[in-house]
């Protein structure tokens, strides 16, 4: 497995730090003796420049990583702040180059110490979490790799889930499309029965009007037949 380009230049860059502060180290004791050394100057100058292009590249590989989510937060946090100490002994540098700071064998001493060849802190490095504490820089990377296939398992999870609502909800919404179209339809249904029923009550109504008419008329017949049957009808 290829190592990871951030941690490769962070490494370079931590060795040009470190050959600075030997450079200046080795300026000023040709300056406590009273000699000069232009051609130091004009490395360390140099070195100077390289150490600040190496701090911007390193910033930018750390925000590409962040953004496509190639790390996760907590090593991106973690690289943040190995970022920002490393900014921190560039300044410490640039001011010990003005003669404006300390010594520079101290930030030397930090750097490349015999204490910290055998495994002592080292300034360089905060204090790392329990989970990535002693291992390699492939196997942070596989570690990471394998955290971040988790969380897509878990999103792909989560995604499977939001599509089933969804489809139920297109369920239960085409159902209940349905059942307002039977609604309709029973309204509709409603509505012309209760016509053809008043329709039949106004048609018994005038049955019944005609027949007692009849019924009237039929009556008077009658009397007026028996009238006329009194009349005619021969008296003894």
Known sequence: MA??????????????AQEIAEKIQQRNQYERKG????????????????LKEKIALLK????????THQITQLEGDRRQNL???????ERLLLASFKNEGAEPDLIRSSLMSEEAKRGAPNPWLFEEPEETRGLGFDE??????????????GLDALSSIISRQKQMGQEIGNEL??????????????????????????????VDRKSTS???????????????????????
């Not at 000699?35 to 390289?50: D, F, G, M, S, Y």
């Open 3 to 16: 190592p990871d380009p951030w941690f490769f230049t962070y490494d370079s860059t931590c060795q040009i």
């Open 35 to 50: 000699e000069k050394a232009p051609k130091l100057t004009v490395t360390i100058r140099a070195l100077l420049q390289n």
């Open 60 to 67: 930018d590989l750390l925000l590409r990583a962040v953004a």
């Open 83 to 89: 970022l920002d100490d490393l900014v921190t002994r």
């Open 140 to 153: 942070i990377r596989q570690q990471q790799q394998k955290i971040i296939q988790e969380q897509d398992a």
């Open 177 to 206: 499309d349905e059942q307002n179209e039977i609604i309709d339809d029973l309204a509709n249904l409603v509505e012309n029965t209760d016509e053809k029923l008043r329709t039949e009550t106004r048609r018994v109504n005038l």
């Open 214 to 236: 009849c019924g009237m008329i039929m009556v008077i017949l009658l009397l007026l037949v028996a009238i006329v049957v009194v009349a005619v009808w021969p008296t003894n």
